[in-house]
């Protein structure tokens, strides 16, 4: 088996189709610049990372199955008055989620769909 094979089962075993992708240009680059291995390790893994977070908001919104996307920027605070744009704004930066606090949306009907389908970035 050649290296270059060996290198897309292991990429493919661990479920890492960016790293996979990036690798020969970031080997390239590793050998024209004598980067350490750790250096050529930390590309290729934060590649990979990058990719996972730019892509894993995407799957969880279509697995929410929300009806339809929206945005905070979207919502119409002077249709919804009872509504206080400050505390949906506040929501908004996800803050709930790093102190591990759950939040309830509640209000008129389509209040609770939108801003729960806005939070989930």
């Known amino acids: 088996m050649t290296k270059?094979?060996?290198?897309?089962?292991?990429?493919?075993?661990?479920?890492?189709?960016?790293?996979?992708r990036a690798t020969p240009k970031l080997a390239e680059r590793a050998r024209e610049e004598s980067w350490s291995h750790e250096r050529f390790l930390e590309a290729v893994l934060s590649t990979e990372v990058a990719s996972r977070e730019s892509h894993g908001g995407e799957g969880r919104i279509k697995a929410a199955?929300?009806?339809?996307?929206?945005?905070?920027?979207?919502?119409?605070?002077?249709?919804?008055?009872s509504v206080r744009k400050t505390v949906v704004e506040h929501l908004g930066q996800l803050d709930f989620l790093h102190s591990r606090e759950n939040i309830v949306l509640l209000g008129p009907p389509g209040l609770g769909s939108h801003c729960s389908s806005s939070l989930t970035r």
């Open 4 to 20: 270059t094979s060996e290198l897309a089962h292991l990429f493919r075993s661990l479920k890492a189709p960016a790293a996979a």
């Open 65 to 81: 199955r929300f009806p339809a996307r929206k945005t905070l920027e979207e919502f119409d605070f002077t249709f919804q008055r």
